[in-house]
């Protein structure tokens, strides 16, 4: 059963945006901490941004300052604004819970930075 969707993601050049958004079930959303990960080709995958559901944010230096964290409880969403990207933001990104205790990963959705 499909309980994550991200969508968003594409080809962008260095210092562009995108916003990634996340669909969850409407009780998986209401219930947990929701945190944005990303994998890049050989490497470990890692949490970038995560909201609890008292809209209470945080984010890893590497993208501090620039991506922003928010959520939707009508759409049940979650979404993932990208700004000033660079080179090293290309990785596939995904959404689950924070921490990833029993939820099964989903596609993810790609994101390229290149000129």
């Known amino acids: 059963q499909v309980q994550l969707v991200e969508s968003g993601g594409g080809l962008v050049q260095p210092g562009g945006s995108l916003r990634l958004s996340c669909a969850a079930s409407?009780?998986?959303?209401?219930?947990?901490?929701m945190g944005w990960y990303r994998q890049a080709p050989g490497k470990e995958r890692d949490l970038v941004a995560r909201i609890n559901t008292l809209s209470e944010t945080n984010y890893a230096d590497s993208v501090k300052g620039r991506f922003t964290i928010s959520r939707d409880n009508g759409k049940n969403t979650v979404y993932l604004q990208m700004s000033s990207l660079k080179l090293e933001d290309t990785a596939v990104y995904y959404c689950?819970?924070?921490?990833?205790?029993?939820?099964?990963w989903g596609q993810g959705t790609q994101v390229t930075v290149s000129s």
């Open positions: 409407r009780t998986i959303f209401r219930s947990y901490t």
């Open positions: 689950n819970t924070a921490p990833r205790d029993f939820l099964s």
